[in-house]
């Protein structure tokens, strides 16, 4: 009997025992980050960086249209860090009481400019009335798109460019449509224009047609409780995260902001 109760309280301690390391921040380091589509390059730079001297860190990214990534948040998706192409949907989950409010900070700014590879001459917002096919994200979940649309509005541009515009799914698709000459162009971040290989820029946005182009980021109030998470958001504003996000075009304190 005495034998038999050992063995439980020995079968119980080795099962609380792996509890507790399982559940240790050594191997429960990992972050999850939900960004727009548009970040991608820079911050898998920026987490390999990260990891080279946090190796027992996982960095897991989600990219995605910052509408997509906030409705994955509300409806329960695992995420630490959200990093959005807009303050709207910053603000949305704010609202929503899913994140921090205390750790937003920025992450970027950014600038929309018109791409292409069609001959004919497009040098203004005036000039997109010349060409046929327009890509654009959809203004309703993809922040690129909101703030194309803010400037064609704004130029007086909606009614001649009616029926030209074709929507794609996030920032990254629009530039694919313009980079392989499905349309004549298309509206995509500046820090995504200079990554294309055949479409080249044909004029920025002027900023007067849009809101700002900021680009805030915030811990989850889940990501709030790891360390993990908090650590590497500080990261995200130090000097050398900064160095990558300019190398990629994006413009942050470091560069001036």
Same mark, same amino acid.
């Given at each position: 009997m005495k034998s038999g109760l050992k063995r439980t309280f020995?079968?119980?301690?080795?099962?609380l025992m792996l509890f507790i390391l399982s559940t240790s921040p050594l191997n429960a380091g990992e972050v999850r980050i939900s960004a727009g589509a548009g970040m991608k390059d820079a911050l898998t730079d920026i987490a390999r960086n990260y990891h080279a001297?946090?190796?027992? /860190?996982?960095? &897991? @990214?989600?990219?995605?249209? %910052?509408?997509?990534?906030?409705?994955?948040?509300?409806?329960? $998706?695992p995420a630490d860090i959200f990093i959005s192409a807009n303050t709207t949907w910053m603000e949305f989950l704010i609202e929503k009481k899913l994140l921090d409010p205390a750790s937003r900070k920025?992450?970027?700014?950014?600038?929309?400019?018109? /791409?292409?590879? &069609? @001959?004919?001459?497009?040098? %203004?917002?005036?000039d997109l009335a010349k060409l046929q096919?327009? $890509?654009?994200?959809?203004?309703?979940?993809?922040?690129?798109?909101?703030?194309a649309m803010q400037?064609?509005?704004?130029?007086?541009?909606?009614?001649?460019?009616?029926?030209?515009?074709?929507?794609?799914?996030?920032?990254?698709?629009?530039?694919?449509?313009?980079?392989?000459?499905?349309v004549d162009g298309g509206f995509v971040y500046r820090t995504d224009a200079i990554l294309a290989?055949?479409?080249?820029?044909?004029?920025?946005?002027?900023?007067n047609l849009h809101t700002p182009i900021t680009f805030p980021m915030a811990l989850t109030l889940k990501g709030a409780l790891n360390p993990?998470?908090?650590?590497?958001?500080?990261?995200?504003?130090?000097?050398?995260?900064?160095?990558v996000l300019n190398a990629?075009?994006?413009?942050?304190?470091?560069?001036?902001?």
């Open positions: 020995a079968s119980i301690r080795a099962a001297s946090h190796q027992n /860190t996982t960095i &897991t @990214p989600n990219y995605g249209p %910052s509408g997509a990534l906030a409705g994955q948040i509300l409806n329960g $998706a920025p992450f970027a700014r950014n600038a929309i400019v018109f /791409t292409g590879t &069609t @001959p004919i001459q497009v040098t %203004s917002m005036e096919r327009i $890509a654009i994200g959809s203004p309703k979940s993809v922040p690129a798109g909101d703030y400037a064609i509005t704004n130029a007086g541009m909606k009614k001649k460019l009616q029926g030209k515009m074709i929507l794609a799914r996030d920032v990254r698709e629009c530039l694919m449509y313009a980079e392989l000459g499905e290989k055949q479409a080249t820029i044909r004029f920025k946005v002027p900023q993990e998470a908090r650590d590497f958001l500080n990261y995200l504003e130090s000097p050398a995260a900064h160095k990629y075009g994006f413009v942050t304190k470091e560069a001036g902001d």
